[in-house]
């Protein structure tokens, strides 16, 4: 039994499920750089909200860590446990930098984002 995630819309108070909403991904420019913005939006007034933040260092961190992971899977099996351990070790370190590095990018832009027109093909960033 799995129990829905219900999302309260605090723009129009729509209450809907999130498995209801697609996730989607937008470059936006901010402060002269392009992230990519990973959102969904309320069904009824479009609010976007907001699941993270990437740039380049994120998608470097991000193939760092799968590289850990595929060392891991490559070496399972294997009878050096020392050797597996230091390995799950550089992929625990990898996933924590690149969690940490995440926060820190989402909260230096802890602004909001908004459709820049009715048409949906722009969205910008308001601090």
Same mark, same amino acid.
């Given at each position: 039994?799995?129990? =829905?995630?219900? %999302?309260? &819309?605090?723009? &129009? /108070?729509? =209450?809907? !499920?999130?498995?209801?909403?697609? %996730?989607? $991904?937008?470059?936006?420019? %901010? =402060?002269?750089?392009?992230? #990519?913005?990973?959102?969904?939006? &309320? !069904?009824? &007034?479009?609010?976007?909200? *907001?699941?993270?933040?990437? /740039?380049?260092?994120? $998608?470097?961190?991000? @193939?760092?860590? @799968?590289?850990?992971?595929?060392? %891991? #899977?490559?070496?399972?099996? *294997?009878?050096?446990? =020392?050797?597996?351990?230091?390995?799950?070790?550089?992929?625990?370190?990898?996933? @924590?930098?690149?969690?940490?590095?995440?926060?820190?990018?989402?909260?230096?832009?802890?602004? +909001?984002? +908004?459709?820049?027109? @009715?048409?949906? /093909?722009?969205?910008?960033?308001? !601090?």
């Amino acid at each position: 039994m799995t129990s =829905e995630q219900i %999302i309260y &819309c605090d723009e &129009c /108070d729509k =209450e809907f !499920p999130l498995v209801s909403v697609q %996730i989607q $991904e937008s470059d936006v420019e %901010i =402060e002269g750089q392009v992230f #990519r913005l990973v959102y969904f939006t &309320c !069904p009824k &007034c479009n609010k976007i909200y *907001r699941v993270s933040l990437k /740039d380049d260092k994120y $998608e470097q961190l991000k @193939e760092d860590l @799968e590289q850990a992971k595929k060392r %891991i #899977r490559r070496n399972n099996g *294997r009878n050096n446990l =020392e050797f597996q351990r230091t390995l799950s070790s550089m992929a625990q370190k990898k996933l @924590e930098r690149l969690q940490n590095y995440t926060s820190r990018l989402n909260n230096r832009f802890n602004g +909001t984002f +908004t459709f820049a027109s @009715e048409s949906k /093909d722009k969205i910008i960033y308001l !601090p």
